[in-house]
């Protein structure tokens, strides 16, 4: 079974700072996924990595993928109180037709 | 709009009736995704499309769940005799490849 796991679970971090998430997942995936979802909202992606050694970067955010160590990050950079909200990463599983694997979410709080 | 849209956005229903919800995929998109999310967990993989053809089924997708789509254009989810365990927000997402799913705002459904 495919596992993802994030951590930490929920994070309190003061604008200004940096922070890193971490997505550790069990098995070989050919790609990985970070989403961000605002309270009672829907899942907005944020980006795709295809292969070790990919790093993606948008504004405070950049993920990067190390598919030997089954390891992504998600670091940010001067957190702003608009980055609240929950953050997922997710891998495929080409066994259900690429459905998505999620872990858990890391619940992000930027405070003044 | 040309995402990914669901009705209806919210479901009050009482155990034991039946419901049922509609996902409108972004147009050509061949492949369609159910996933589940309860409170404070990722979504959860249900069942996926390819076209009007059902590939796949998780083990989540009891009996008393049945999802269709004809023609390969929109995608309903059924659910009958409903639980209150089956209170939770229902995501739509399409896909025109192996490579992004675009998802839907969610019904959020809430069994009384």
């Known amino acids: 079974e495919l596992k993802v796991e994030q951590n930490p679970l929920f994070l309190s971090m003061q604008e200004g700072k940096n922070y890193t998430i971490y997505c550790n997942y069990s098995t070989t995936s050919d790609r990985l996924y970070w989403y961000r979802q605002d309270p009672g909202k829907s899942l907005e992606s944020l980006f795709v990595l295809l292969s070790n050694g990919a790093v993606k970067q948008e504004g405070r955010l950049m993920a990067s993928l190390d598919t030997k160590a089954r390891l992504s990050t998600l670091h940010i950079t001067a957190a702003v109180h608009d980055l609240s909200a929950t953050y997922f990463c997710?891998?495929?599983?080409?066994?259900?037709?690429?459905?998505?694997?999620f872990g858990k979410g890391t619940s992000l709080l930027v405070t003044p | 709009d040309t995402g990914v849209s669901q009705d209806p956005r919210h479901k009050i229903t009482k155990r034991g009736q039946n419901v049922t919800f509609r996902c409108d995929p972004i147009?050509?998109?061949?492949?369609l995704y159910w996933y589940r999310q309860t409170l404070g967990q990722g979504p959860e993989f249900l069942t996926y499309?390819?076209?009007?053809?059902?590939?796949?089924k998780s083990r989540l997708l009891s009996d008393r769940f049945s999802a269709e789509r004809p023609k390969g254009s929109f995608s309903t989810l059924e659910i009958q005799r409903t639980e209150q365990g089956d209170s939770a927000m229902y995501l739509c997402?399409?896909?025109?490849?192996?490579?992004?799913?675009?998802f839907g705002p969610g019904t959020r459904l809430t069994v009384t």
């Open positions: 997710a891998v495929t599983n080409s066994n259900s037709g690429y459905a998505l694997n």
């Open positions: 499309f390819q076209n009007e053809a059902q590939l796949e």
């Open positions: 147009s050509e998109h061949n492949r």
């Open positions: 997402a399409s896909s025109p490849s192996f490579y992004e799913q675009y």
